[in-house]
């Protein structure tokens, strides 16, 4: 197995919190990936996998286990079934923007409004990215992955993930395990073959983020420049020499609530409808039916409220520390906790434990955190 020297994982994740594990593994390739897994799990030794460490918030005692650094990479490009269209397929140690970059330059569309977003390709379906009304469920045609309990290979398609908000069977949330414990080896995507020329966007949410109007045309080159230069203007795209990119991004995850609680928020609180699950299919046995056919039960759509305008309206404003930390909010973002210097893992948790009790005793709404946890509780 290709063993390394340990390294702080403080060294490894964006957040810049974490102390050395007791085993590190470097795999870069798809055989030593697959490898390296079945022998750790074989001897039952805790594992943590980590790509670009991006999402994680790691504590300040040393992982008693192997960390695992996925640092394959590479993009092959096959044909699809459908006309006007390709697929890519990609490692999972591949960077995630390298890959939105390649896209764009061979005139491809679908991933381009998540430009800027940190990490590898190979985490991206497990929290289902996405960024200006694009997510990686719109383009995603199946993974490989190796599951912890076989040690199998297998392909699984989109639909087989379940991706939903920010999640799929693979997301470990704060507070649970994953449906499935796998590891994604790699990534197939289907993007539009549109070329460079300017046309219409169709969805409102990107429009509006880059100040579009209905029907404008633009190229997709352009888009990807406009999503940098916004994602920048908040802190959102790692910069060393910018203090408020040591984050692991969005801290908190935007409120998914009922129709009826989203009406006792603010009316100012920016909020969005989630899509409603299909209605069932109603059988009416023939034996019984009468002609009559009932109307179908409508059922309210959930709301997705904005976990920022929760945080700033609870009186916490872009900067907020406590005493003596170093660690803070964003001076460009309300939703991005940040590592200001040295600061260590029980530094960050207090200060989001404060904005989670902040949140809820102004608004009654308990705000759920969206990077993985590993050896810290909220």
Known sequence: MPEIDPVPLSDLTTLR????????FEARTRDELIETLRDLWAE????????????LFVGDEPFDGAVVRIRTTGIERMPSPR???????V???????????????????????????????????????????????????EVDLIDESTGEVSTVPASGLELGFRTSVLKHHYGSVPERS?????????????????????????????GLAEGEAVTVAWIRDHVLATRRSKGMVLDDADPDTCSAGSFF????????????????????PVSPDMDPVLVIPLASFDGYVPAPQGKPSDVKVSA????????????????????????KHALALTNRGSATAAEVAELARFIQGRVQAEFGLILQPEPVLVGVDL
């Open 17 to 24: 919190t974490g102390a050395a594990p007791a085993r590190m």
């Open 44 to 55: 039952g030794e805790p594992v943590l996998v980590i790509g670009g460490g991006s999402n």
């Open 83 to 89: 006309d006007g269209y390709a697929r890519l397929r």
């Open 91 to 141: 490692e999972a140690g591949h960077d995630w923007d390298a890959l939105v970059e390649h896209a764009v330059a061979q005139g491809l569309a679908g991933i381009e409004a998540m430009s800027g977003i940190p990490g590898t390709v190979g985490a991206a379906p497990v929290q289902n990215v996405g960024a200006y009304g694009q997510e990686i469920v719109q383009t995603l045609v």
């Open 182 to 210: 796998a590891v994604i080896l790699s990534v197939t995507l289907e993007l539009a073959e549109v070329g460079h020329a300017a046309r219409p966007i169709q969805g409102q949410q990107l429009r509006s983020a880059l």
């Open 253 to 272: 995850q935007n409120a998914i609530v009922s129709a009826s609680f989203a009406r006792t928020l603010p009316d100012d609180c920016p909020r969005w």
């Open 308 to 331: 920022a305008w929760l945080i700033e309206h609870s009186g916490l404003r872009k900067g907020f520390k406590l005493p003596r930390s170093r660690a803070s909010l964003s001076s």
